[in-house]
């Protein structure tokens, strides 16, 4: 069974770091680019940074972009974020995600499948 | 920023076809997916490249884009698809998602 179970949320002080993880079993964690997306409390969903499956690519939402880094392990079959400067805004549950990306000439599709079961980060003083 | 515009709710009586829009600017250029939340769940794909369902997925979910509009379609609605709907697209190396549509069935 395909799945991906995120860790590592907790409750941080304003300008605190937190580093998540993200494991995935039953497909071959190398093939795929892999995604964090968030949820503020009530909120829809905010994709924030996604990762090519060797690692070389990395690309960020405005939102976290020189806050958060995101990197992965593919022997480990593991994706992290490591989130630093947290701001209250930043508060959400944290969703680690497959992505199915391609391009064909100039147009170019991307989802997401399967989600983890989310980790929440608390940023409060 | 590109931008996906959705509208907060939706309403549809048991049996019925339930229709989700979803509009962005040329949208029908970019490939759509839609995700199903359900409460206190995690989102779940039900639509890939615009029509495409995933296996497991009902035939009753479709879904089509073209111009500025993409919409998911429900048909025969069951209580059990009462959900947040949200609709994502790929644009320039980014991701964006819409903002929900809460889908009640009543």
């Known amino acids: 069974q395909e799945q991906v179970v995120e860790s590592g949320g907790g409750l941080v002080k304003p300008g605190g770091s937190l580093r998540l993880s993200c494991v995935a079993s039953?497909?071959?964690?190398?093939?795929?680019?892999m995604s964090w997306i968030r949820q503020a409390p009530g909120k829809g969903l905010e994709w924030i940074s996604y990762?090519?499956?060797?690692?070389?690519?990395?690309i960020y939402a405005d939102s976290v972009k020189g806050r958060f880094t995101i990197s992965r392990d593919n022997a480990k079959n593991s994706l992290f974020l490591q989130m630093n400067s947290l701001r209250a805004d930043d508060t959400a549950v944290y969703y680690c995600?497959?992505?199915?990306?391609?391009?064909?000439?100039?147009?170019?599709?991307?989802?997401?499948?399967?989600w983890g079961q989310g980790t929440r980060a608390t940023v409060s003083s | 920023s590109y931008e996906l515009t959705q509208s907060p709710s939706v309403s549809v009586s048991p049996g019925q076809t339930a229709s989700i829009p979803c509009s962005g600017y040329?949208?029908?250029?970019?490939?759509v997916s839609w995700y199903q939340q359900k409460p206190g769940q995690s989102p779940v794909l039900v639509i890939y490249?615009?029509?495409k369902r995933p296996s497991g997925i009902p035939e009753r979910f479709s879904a089509s884009n073209s111009g500025i509009t993409a919409t998911l379609i429900i048909s025969v609605t069951q209580a059990l698809d009462e959900a947040d709907y949200y609709c994502q697209a790929w644009d320039r190396s980014t991701v964006v998602f819409g903002g929900g549509t809460k889908l009640t069935v009543l």
């Open positions: 040329n949208l029908g250029d970019k490939y």
């Open positions: 990762i090519s499956g060797g690692g070389d690519k990395m």
């Open positions: 490249q615009d029509n």
């Open positions: 995600a497959r992505c199915f990306w391609g391009c064909s000439g100039d147009r170019c599709w991307g989802w997401f499948d399967p």
């Open positions: 039953g497909f071959t964690f190398g093939d795929f680019y």
